[in-house]
């Protein structure tokens, strides 16, 4: 998803003579398959995300059962269900978004803007619904064997150096999709809220 999508499309016409002097219709297409790329590659991801969840449900299973794990190591189960779910009700939640432009640029910048808002509010709230839930599930393993294990220092200090760990890596996503938020998905609505308004004047 880049910052200059619709950017190109817009420093090519002339300052002096405004939006109102384009060419709509091929605004309307390019704008249409500039949507339609980006809503492929958010299709794809959301799909990705949700197929690695459900390949990774009996594979988190067996590995419990054929290692005779505890039974904290089953909460993820849940976490995964929750994460799966959560985003396939996103999706749903979407779909007005994801009917056709028809041939108004007006309803166009609107869709996408539309688009973007929901884009950015999933990003800003990721850490509560995708990375806290299997947080917690593994935090709760590990202290289970914490618990367990109290009496060997060795095994204590090898669960709280994986607990570190998968905090880091859950921050880092975190920063990375805030980063993302901030440089590209913002500034790429208030584009699309600027032209917007340029037409309305």
Not at 66 to 93: E, G, H
Not at 116 to 138: E, R
């Amino acid at each position: 998803m880049e910052t200059n999508d619709y950017q190109s499309l817009w420093s090519a016409q002339s300052t002096d003579t405004g939006i109102k002097n384009l060419k709509v219709d091929a605004l309307i297409q390019e704008i249409q398959n500039k949507h339609q790329k980006l809503q492929k590659t958010l299709f794809w991801r959301d799909f990705r995300e949700i197929s690695i969840g459900v390949a990774l449900l009996p594979v988190w299973i067996i590995m419990g059962l054929t290692q005779d794990a505890l039974w904290s190591w089953y909460l993820m189960v849940p976490a995964i269900l929750f994460v799966i779910t959560f985003m396939v009700y996103l999706r749903y939640k979407n779909k007005p978004n994801q009917t056709h432009w028809g041939d108004s640029l007006r309803l166009g910048l609107e869709k996408g803007m539309r688009d973007l808002d929901h884009q950015i509010w999933m990003l800003k709230n990721v850490a509560i619904w995708y990375l806290a839930p299997f947080w917690i599930g593994i935090l709760a393993e590990e202290i289970h064997k914490l618990i367990l294990s109290s009496e060997s220092f060795g095994s204590m200090i090898l669960s709280l150096i994986f607990i570190a760990t998968v905090s880091l890596i859950c921050y880092a996503i975190w920063r990375l999709n805030q980063h993302a938020v901030s440089k590209t998905l913002i500034p790429h609505r208030d584009q699309l809220k600027n032209t917007l308004q340029e037409l309305e004047v």
